[in-house]
T-cell receptor, first 117, second 112 residues
Framework: NAGVTQTPKFQVLKTGQSMTLQCAQD?????MSWYRQDPGMGLRLIHY???????DQGEVPNGYNVSRSTTEDFPLRLLSAAPSQTSVYFC????????????????FGPGTRLTVT | DAKTTQPNSMESNEEEPVHLPCNHS???????IHWYRQLPSQGPEYVIH???SNVNNRMASLAIAEDRKSSTLILHRATLRDAAVYYC?????????????FGKGTKLSVKP
């Protein structure tokens, strides 16, 4: 298994540009999520999905869109990039959410380092 | 969401045991205690989790207080590769999302 993969590894955007960060997992996990990590900080949840066709907002959703058309993929779209979105973005997946969610570990991707100038 | 409290940083010598504490006084009966660690420039990785009983795996041991208001992650013999930020997180068992809420964690330094 490749686990959780993210592309690109690095990206530089100008203010106002849009782009999509890709995330894929090959473990047939129901639950997927996106986090951002600013320097010296812990991770903050942006959006998450408990299954194909179902998404919801996390702690810091403004400026980001997600969709989940398949179990495997969970792309994160930046609509109009701003310098405040300069961060490292991590995608994660987990076997299950819901009633049994607490019993399963989350698997994280290697991250995408985004710089917005 | 129930919160956790961890020391900002800890130091250890290589090949010695390390005890990383976590307080979670507002834990609910259905919260699992999860530990993750983040090596420099990498994504977080799962270490261990438990509910009420102490747990062991190949990476570490988790000791949970009888009242569940605190827990301790034990690395039996620290290596240089264990230098990382360690996060103690409560994950709901019966919740509809199971989201992980990260704090700032404990930065562990390991001296040769």
């Amino acid at each position: 298994n490749a686990g959780v993969t993210q592309t690109p590894k690095f990206q530089v955007l100008k203010t106002g540009q849009s782009m999509t960060l890709q995330c894929a997992q090959d473990m047939n996990h129901e639950y997927m999520s996106w986090y951002r990590q600013d320097p010296g900080m812990g991770l903050r949840l942006i959006h998450y999905s408990v299954g194909a066709g179902i998404t919801d907002q996390g702690e810091v959703p403004n400026g980001y869109n997600v969709s989940r058309s398949t179990t495997e993929d969970f792309p994160l779209r930046l609509l109009s990039a701003a310098p405040s979105q300069t961060s490292v973005y991590f995608c994660a997946s987990s076997y299950a959410s819901g009633v049994w969610g607490g019993t399963y570990e989350q698997y994280f991707g290697p991250g995408t380092r985004l710089t917005v100038t | 969401d129930a919160k956790t409290t961890q020391p900002n940083s800890m130091e250890s010598n290589e090949e010695e045991p390390v005890h990383l504490p976590c307080n979670h006084s507002t834990i609910s009966g259905t919260d699992y205690i999860h530990w993750y660690r983040q090596l420099p420039s990498q994504g977080p990785e799962y270490v261990i989790h438990g509910l009420t009983s102490n747990v062991n795996n190949r990476m570490a041991s988790l000791a949970i207080a009888e009242d569940r208001k605190s827990s301790t992650l034990i690395l039996h013999r620290a290596t240089l590769r264990d230098a990382a930020v360690y996060y103690c997180i409560l994950r709901p068992h019966g919740g509809s999302q199971g989201n992980l809420i990260f704090g700032k964690g404990t930065k562990l330094s390991v001296k040769p």
